[in-house]
């Protein structure tokens, strides 16, 4: 399960049985909202490692960018292993993703 925190309460959530599952959902997030709260450079990279099926990379940018232009936002990932992991830029994507 991924939930996607704002300063104004929750904004995406998204769960699955698979680790796969919850990945796209957040692929399809990120590329839905890239263009309208992230910078135009920001934003293009986004697109450009969704569109190479660098999926993980993209939501990393992603979340390592949004609040630059308006709002922030917080990706909280929970795996059945932890009781929830709050990831901010300076974690890193990678290592807390498990599929």
């Known amino acids: 399960m991924a939930v996607v925190h704002s300063l104004d309460g ?3 959530v998204t769960t699955g ?4 599952a919850v990945i796209a959902n957040l692929a399809g997030y990120v590329g839905s909202r890239c263009d309208d ?3 135009a450079d920001a934003g293009t990279q986004v697109r450009t490692l ?8 993209a939501i990393m940018v992603y979340f390592e960018r949004v ?7 917080r990706l909280e ?11 901010t830029p300076a ?3 990678l290592s ?3 599929r």
Do not use: P, Q, Y
């Open 50 to 57: 969704l569109a190479d099926g660098n999926v993980l990379h």
């Open 37 to 39: 709260v992230l910078s």
């Open 67 to 73: 609040g630059e232009r308006w709002d922030d936002e």
């Open 10 to 12: 929750v904004r995406f």
């Open 91 to 93: 974690d890193g994507l």
């Open 17 to 20: 049985h698979r680790g796969d």
């Open 77 to 87: 990932w929970f795996t059945a292993a932890t009781d929830g992991i709050h990831w």
């Open 96 to 98: 807390h993703v498990t």
